[in-house]
């Protein structure tokens, strides 16, 4: 039951972070008068799932779901996605834990 409540938790968390994420780039895109994207965006149209992870868009197909493109693009994103954070965590760790 633990392991439960702090999974959700986290997923909480992390919910919470994108929100505060986007937010905060909607509004530095209002002050500099830029068209940005958000940090993290789901959408359903249709047949297509859009999805807009990094300012990068990856639109998906029905039927492309189950091809090994997708998933590549997919594993691609999630990398990218990763390596993104794993910069901002060495930015914070030598800014303000070192």
């Given at each position: ?49 859009n999805v ?7 639109n998906l ?38």
């Open positions: 039951m633990a392991n439960i409540n702090r999974s959700l938790l986290v997923i909480i968390v992390f919910i919470l972070v994108v929100l505060g994420l986007n937010t905060s780039n909607e509004g530095i895109g209002s002050l500099t008068m830029e068209n940005r994207k958000p940090v993290l965006d789901i959408n359903r149209d249709h047949d297509t799932v807009v992870l990094l300012g990068d868009n990856l197909e029905r039927d492309e779901l189950s091809n090994n493109v997708t998933l590549r693009k997919t594993y691609d994103v999630a990398r990218d996605g990763y390596s993104y954070l794993h910069r901002i965590w060495r930015i914070f760790y030598a800014v303000f834990i070192f």
